[in-house]
């Protein structure tokens, strides 16, 4: 190894990590984000599943937040409900991206056909 060439390979790896870092956040935020868009899609189609059979609108919502918590449900109609999610990220990726909010936003919405005695 030459004399001039020590410390290249720490320079290199600083160079590489932050992207690096990047794509792996990005990654566990993405994986996150996803996973909980499949819950809120499940919780919405049971809580529509629960309208359609005639449930009250409290009792539409203790099923939907007995499935995820933390989630907003509206429009418990007759076999129609929306619900939505704030999901905050994991990573500390949004200061190293600028204009990334800090949160993002995840709805699932459920329809079913009105079982009418």
């Known amino acids: ?12 790896f600083a160079l590489v ?36 059979l005639g449930d009250t609108s409290g009792e539409v919502t203790t099923r939907v937040t007995s499935i995820i918590s933390g989630v907003d449900v509206s429009n418990p109609a007759c076999g129609q409900v929306t ?9 500390p990726l949004p200061s190293f991206i600028p204009g990334l909010g800090s949160t993002i936003p995840v709805a699932g919405t459920g329809d079913e056909k009105c079982y009418v005695p």
Not at 1 to 12: F, L, Y
Not at 18 to 45: C, E, Q, R, S, W
Not at 83 to 91: E, H, R, S
């Open 1 to 12: 190894m030459k004399r001039n060439d020590r410390g290249a390979a720490a320079v290199e």
């Open 17 to 52: 990590l932050i992207p690096l870092l990047l794509i792996i956040f990005a990654m566990v935020d993405f994986g996150y984000a996803y996973y909980t868009k499949i819950t809120v899609a499940n919780a919405a189609h049971e809580g529509a599943r629960a309208s359609a």
């Open 83 to 91: 619900v939505t999610k704030t999901l905050a990220f994991l990573t």
